[in-house]
């Protein structure tokens, strides 16, 4: 078993930043791929960014980034952080961490993934 545990969230004036973390904790060898996805009321979740862990860390970002946001990993802490730049009104969202065992296929398919976090809730206003 694998636990997740956010952090980070809050209200951001837009065009701030913020920073999210994950630690991970449990049987963290078995975790191959992190990532964050989000939920707007009324949205699909959908994914943000992911990050292999191990094999120099390959990273994906969804369109919707455009280079705004950055995922890297804190292997000494066994942390995952979203950094997150220029946000607007619509990056308004729970942010979940989330994490499979499967290396390989989409980064963004949901039902790939193993275990969830329970979220942290980030408001641009």
């Known amino acids: 078993q694998v636990q997740l545990v956010e952090s980070g969230g809050g209200l951001v004036e837009p065009g701030g930043s913020v920073m999210l973390s994950c630690v991970v904790s449990?049987?963290?060898?078995?975790?191959?791929?992190m990532a964050w996805f989000r939920q707007a009321p009324g949205k699909e979740r959908e994914g943000v960014a992911a990050v292999h862990i191990g094999d120099g860390g390959s990273t994906y970002h969804g369109d919707f980034v455009k280079g705004r946001f950055a995922i890297y990993r804190l292997h000494a802490k066994n942390t995952v952080i979203l950094q997150m730049h220029y946000l607007e009104p619509q990056d308004s969202a729970m942010y979940y961490c989330a994490a499979r065992r499967q290396w390989g296929g989409p980064w963004g398919q949901i039902t790939a993934y193993d275990y969830w976090g329970q979220g942290t809730q980030v408001t641009v206003s």
């Open positions: 449990g049987d963290t060898q078995s975790v191959n791929l």
